[in-house]
């Protein structure tokens, strides 16, 4: 998974996501230059829950399914206007 600024630059990428005793391994790329393991404790799992079911993240979710559509229309324009 890649996360992007405002101006479509790579800020992370995401690899992978282990369990490590107690602790989630988050394997990722920050800044298409450093490689880290990046450790969730299991106190901060709450804050991450909290972070995942916002409204925001919900709504996102529910929208896909416009965004994909919406995207296939517009290659399509795009297409015929060429």
């Given at each position: 998974?890649?996360?992007?600024?405002?101006?479509?630059?790579?800020?992370?990428?995401?690899?992978?996501?282990?369990?490590?005793?107690?602790?989630?391994?988050?394997?990722?790329?920050?800044?298409?230059?450093?490689?880290?393991?990046?450790v969730?404790?299991?106190?901060?799992?709450?804050?991450?829950?909290?972070?995942?079911?916002?409204?925001?993240?919900?709504?996102?979710v529910?929208?896909?399914?416009?965004f994909?559509?919406?995207?296939?229309f517009?290659?399509g324009?795009?297409?015929?206007?060429?």
């Amino acid at each position: 998974m890649r996360i992007y600024d405002e101006n479509g630059d790579v800020l992370a990428i995401f690899y992978s996501v282990k369990r490590k005793g107690g602790q989630l391994v988050i394997d990722a790329k920050v800044l298409d230059s450093l490689r880290v393991d990046m450790v969730v404790r299991p106190g901060e799992i709450p804050g991450m829950l909290k972070l995942v079911f916002s409204w925001a993240v919900i709504s996102f979710v529910f929208m896909l399914p416009y965004f994909g559509i919406k995207s296939l229309f517009s290659k399509g324009k795009k297409k015929i206007e060429k």
